[in-house]
């Protein structure tokens, strides 16, 4: 199973991003599939994630500002981010769940200039 991530970028405060990630490899729909991020000097810490049934969770700082989505027909997943701050400055991370087992993606720099 491989994840490829992309769409992080340098933005304004307030402005918008979209990441997308797409998985292969896998004939099976992953059962859940989340973005992390890791800011600067911080531990990697769960941003989102969304199960195949589309059952949904975000991380406190992010509910209202953040959606994310997944194309199960394609193991997609993305991450609609507005009304973005400085402090969601990262390294964002895909990770798919397939039978226990979490795979990642390498990860994607968003940077929000004040």
């Known amino acids: 199973v491989q994840l490829q991530a992309s769409g992080g970028g340098l933005v304004q405060a307030g402005g918008s991003l979209t990441l997308s990630c797409a998985g292969s490899g896998s004939r099976f729909v992953f059962t859940a599939m989340s973005w992390y991020r890791q800011a600067p000097g911080k531990q990697r810490k769960l941003v989102a994630i969304i199960t195949k049934g589309g059952g949904l969770n975000y991380e406190g700082s992010v509910k209202g500002r953040f959606i994310i989505s997944r194309d199960n027909a394609r193991n997609q997943v993305f991450l609609q981010m507005n009304n973005l701050k400085p402090e969601d400055t990262a390294v964002y991370y895909c990770?798919?769940?397939?039978?226990?087992?979490?795979?990642w993606g390498q990860g994607t720099l968003v940077t929000v200039s004040s």
């Open positions: 990770v798919a769940v397939l039978d226990w087992v979490d795979y």
